[in-house]
């Protein structure tokens, strides 16, 4: 759930439905795969994820140089617009059509028109945002992300099977963002500042074990209770990417300072 002025907007990045439910298996997956067939999957996925982080900078810059911030509020719906044709396909592919993330090419299809809606709605919400502000938030997510990889690989405790607790507690925040929405209906006022910074808190909370989480499926190795089958890289590269911006957003809502 991001933020725009006062008002919460639904944001595609709070999805993670995709490897709680798709492509994980007990028993045969990626740690079950040979070696080289296991680095070339990971490489895979994380050239993947920059190209998709890439987009999404590279686009946020493009709103923010070249259209500022008067021309992106003018047209704001349809960037708004983008935002739900991003969650639509999320949810669409989720539920009933999840083969389409295996077929080459609609899957890098799919990926390239879903990065284009998020980064478009990426770009919405740091325009309320300081300069200074989306870059200090930027740098502790990068620090964070590659402190969490590392330590996802080289640590004994097996997260792979935290998936079902951490859904529940993303369904628990997600709850936790619609009272907030309805608070000023009831209220006639705006969510006081200390519940939308322990919003914000669970927030980045959640999303730093998730990229913990999703890292040990995708690498595999010990950690082999779930894990990615060796065609679900866009799943991977997915559930990372949204990771990454969600842990981007709740981290901009603590650091930074609105225009």
Partial sequence: MAYYGDQPQQFDGQQQPLADQQGLDQKEGIAAEPPYVRNAFIQKVY?????????????????????????????????MGMSLVGVALLIGVSCCCSQILRQFPLNFIFLAVFTVCQSAATSLFTMMYTTDSVLLALVVTAGIFFA???????????FTGMGVYLFGFLVALMIFGLVMWLWPFFTGSAPPA??????????????????????????????????????????????????????????????????
């Fill in 47 to 79: 050239s993947i994820l920059s190209v998709q982080l890439a987009v999404t900078v590279a686009i946020a810059l493009y709103v923010h140089l070249a259209l500022g911030k008067e021309t992106v509020l003018q047209y704001r719906f349809i960037f």
């Fill in 148 to 158: 969490l990889t590392a330590y996802a690989c080289v640590t004994k405790s097996d």
């Fill in 194 to 259: 200390g519940m939308r910074l322990v919003y914000s808190g669970l927030g980045v909370l959640l999303f730093m074990f998730y990229i913990i989480y999703d890292t040990q499926l995708i690498v595999g190795g010990s950690h082999k209770k779930y894990q990615f089958a060796v065609d679900d890289y866009v799943f991977a590269a997915l559930n990372l990417y949204l990771d990454i911006i969600n842990l981007f957003t709740f981290l901009l809502q603590i650091l930074g300072s609105r225009q």
